[in-house]
């Protein structure tokens, strides 16, 4: 007797690939996790020891993946042993630098002037892809980082570029400044990921991001600086775990598969948006006319710089 799959079943699976073949949505997804990554992490500067975060940050997620993926990995595993080098560096860029300095770098300054200096992306992005493959930047894609620059800069401004005087920059600023260029380099390496899964990929980035953080977890622990259990530690843990790095990087890592990074960057722009949106509903924030002109430039560039143009970049 065959079993039969219902219909509404068969709908939501149908649903679920396509959203996973849909790059434009699976980077705003990534840059709304990120969004709230940057205000989590600034919350816990200070109560939740930055080091001890970024290792639970991974070894959650690579406990659920090995859990729901364990088929792929295994299959994969002698292409994983084949390509061990490129999937370490992801490891050492994605994983252990990028989020253990955005965490220390967050201690010192605020969620703000990270968003700011998260906007360097997609520059950082083109240069590195041009630096290191010799990509070539097509005309339409440098007018919509541009324009999509404009848009968070008004944001950050307030509508009054004499605003922008007042940002004070510090050591945690120049922390997060070094880390959008690792980030950078992570993104533009992702073309030379090896042929596996998506889920085996985020697995081995996930286990080498954890084993490559818990040494310093814990030196930081025998300085004195320990992870103490309470709600808001738990809450914070559980965020980080699941949306900025599980949900977040399989939605990047396609979305960086499918469309290239160089028309991934701009998307990044999309965080500030999504930080005054969440101020406004969630905290009660004030909504104003330069947000709103703010959020037009913001996606009519994301909208540009995605696009492909006459002449395509050289990536995957």
Do not use: C
């Not at 849909?22 to 816990?44: C, D, E, K, M, Q």
């Not at 010192?108 to 070539?136: Q, W």
């Not at 339409?140 to 404009?150: A, D, F, P, R, Y």
């Not at 909504?287 to 395509?312: E, P």
């Amino acid at each position: 007797m065959t079993a039969t799959v219902p219909d509404n079943a068969k709908s939501r699976h149908g649903r679920a690939v396509a959203a996973f073949g849909n790059p434009y949505l699976l980077l705003a997804l990534t840059s709304l996790f990120w969004s709230g990554n940057h205000i989590v992490g600034r919350a816990a500067g200070g109560v939740v020891p930055p080091l001890a975060l970024s290792t639970l940050r991974w070894f959650i997620p690579t406990l659920l993946l090995w859990i729901i993926a364990r088929r792929h990995i295994v299959r994969d595993w002698p292409t994983i042993r084949t390509h061990w080098k490129i999937l370490l560096w992801f490891g050492f860029t994605g994983g252990v630098l990028f989020t253990s300095l955005q965490y220390v770098g967050l201690q010192y300054t605020s969620a703000l002037n990270v968003s700011v200096l998260n906007s360097l992306v997609p520059v950082l992005i083109l240069g590195t892809g041009a630096l290191i493959f010799r990509d070539r930047v097509t005309p339409l894609q440098l007018t919509g980082i541009l324009v999509s620059s404009v848009g968070v800069i008004v944001i950050i401004a307030h509508g009054d570029l004499a605003t922008l005087r007042d940002l004070a920059f510090n050591w945690g600023d120049l922390i997060i400044v070094f880390n959008m260029a690792v980030f950078s380099i992570y993104a533009t390496y992702l073309r030379l990921r090896p042929p596996i899964h998506p889920l085996s990929l985020l697995f081995m980035l996930g286990a080498l991001s954890a084993i490559g953080t818990l040494p310093f977890a814990v030196a930081e622990s025998l300085a004195g600086y320990t992870l103490k259990l309470n709600w808001m530690t738990v809450g914070v843990v559980a965020y980080v775990a699941i949306f900025p790095s599980l949900l977040a990087y399989a939605a990047w890592n396609r979305g960086v598969e499918l469309i290239g990074a160089n028309r991934a960057g701009p998307f990044l722009h999309l965080i500030p948006v999504y930080t005054a949106v969440l101020g406004y509903t969630l905290l009660g924030e004030h909504l104003y006319a330069f947000h709103v002109l703010g959020f037009v430039l913001i996606l009519g560039g994301v909208y540009l710089a995605s696009r492909k143009g006459k002449s395509t970049a050289a990536e995957a």
